[in-house]
Every structure is written in structure tokens, then in C-alpha cells.
């Protein structure tokens, strides 16, 4: 199943993506108002329920797609996150801890939507990324509990501004607004 928030008449919505259209399950009384307050409701599972009994509202050239979960509460990106990667920078053993950073909601657009080059550099890299959308909080997750705080996998489309990497902290080269579209 496919889900997704969009923009259409003047407001932000969720739905399910379907091969003819977007069902907009936010306009149903009996769900959340958002997409991530869907995906940890306790009635989730009848999302998929929901998807094969109506027929979409919008046809996918009538909305604009919006980040998948348009209000995040934090976004924690892991960086340097496969052994080729680390070869990049100055030291090629793998460090001990993850190179963590953040990124603010508005580094993130949707799907279709531009990512905005940065005029003052020459060096705009990006790379596709697998998104993890936790639903279940959490503190000291052990792994193997970890699968049951994760609410849902999207795609992401990541944006660095390289030439100003001249250090190993991503925060300024990476939470640019509108440098990452999510899908």
C-alpha cells in the first residue's frame, strides 16, 4: 500500500495512492488528521481496508504531493552510512559510532516537487536514500525490537551542499530548505 500527504484545494491532506488516483482518507470522520497520526493510530491496519472498498477522490494530476509526513517532530540522518562512503573523506577506517546529523521539515519537499540548487554552490551532490518513518517512540531500543517502532519506509532524494564540506559536520550543508524531495 501506497500512501502519501498531498496538497489539493487549499489544504494538506493523506491518502492512499492507488494506479487510477489518491483516496483521501483525511476527509473520512473516523481518521487521524494526518498521515503520521495515521500510521500510529491503533486502527492503522484498517487503512488497507479503507483502500479497497472507495474509489480514489483525485485523479494524481490533481494534487501536489507534499513530504510524506508534513509535520515531523525530528529528522536524524545517518551519514557516511556504507564502507565506500568513508573513503571519501580523510581517514578510511570505518569510525566506531555513526556520523549523525539533522535535518528541519523544510529541507523537505515532495514528490515531483524541485529541489532548489543553492546559486553559491558548485558542488550540489545528492543520492538516493531509504527513509525509516518511526511511529512508535521510543528510548534505548534494543534491535531486535527496533521493527516494532517503524511505521512505514519512503524514499528519499538527498541533498548536499559539498563545497562547503570542509569539516565533518553535515547540519549546514544539509538541512538547506527544499534540498531533499521525499517521496
Not at 42 to 71: C, H, K, M, R, W
Not at 130 to 144: C, F, L, M, Y
Not at 147 to 153: D, K, R, S, T, V
Amino acid at each position: 500500500m501506497k500512501l502519501t500527504s498531498f496538497l489539493t484545494e487549499n489544504r494538506c491532506a493523506y491518502g492512499i495512492v492507488t494506479d487510477s488516483g489518491v483516496i483521501d482518507l483525511s476527509r473520512l470522520s473516523e481518521t487521524p488528521d494526518n498521515l503520521c497520526s495515521a500510521l500510529t493510530d491503533p486502527g492503522a491496519e484498517q487503512l488497507a481496508v479503507l483502500g479497497a472498498e472507495l474509489v480514489p477522490d483525485f485523479a494524481l494530476d490533481e494534487i501536489s504531493y507534499a513530504p510524506p509526513i508534513t509535520n515531523p517532530q525530528k529528522i536524524i540522518c545517518i551519514g557516511v552510512n556504507y564502507v565506500n562512503r568513508n573513503e571519501e573523506y580523510d581517514d578510511t577506517t570505518l569510525p566506531p559510532y555513526p556520523s549523525v546529523f539533522m535535518r528541519t521539515p523544510g529541507s523537505l519537499v515532495g514528490h515531483l516537487q524541485s529541489i532548489v540548487r543553492p546559486p553559491e554552490s558548485e558542488q550540489f551532490d545528492y543520492e538516493g536514500e531509504i527513509a525509516i518513518v518511526i511511529g512508535k517512540p521510543g528510548r534505548r531500543i534494543t534491535q531486535d525490537n527496533a521493527e516494532a517502532h517503524i511505521a512505514g519506509l519512503t524514499i528519499l532524494q538527498e541533498g548536499s551542499v559539498r563545497d562547503w564540506m570542509r569539516h565533518g559536520k553535515f547540519n549546514v550543508t544539509r538541512a538547506r530548505i527544499s534540498t531533499d524531495p521525499a517521496l
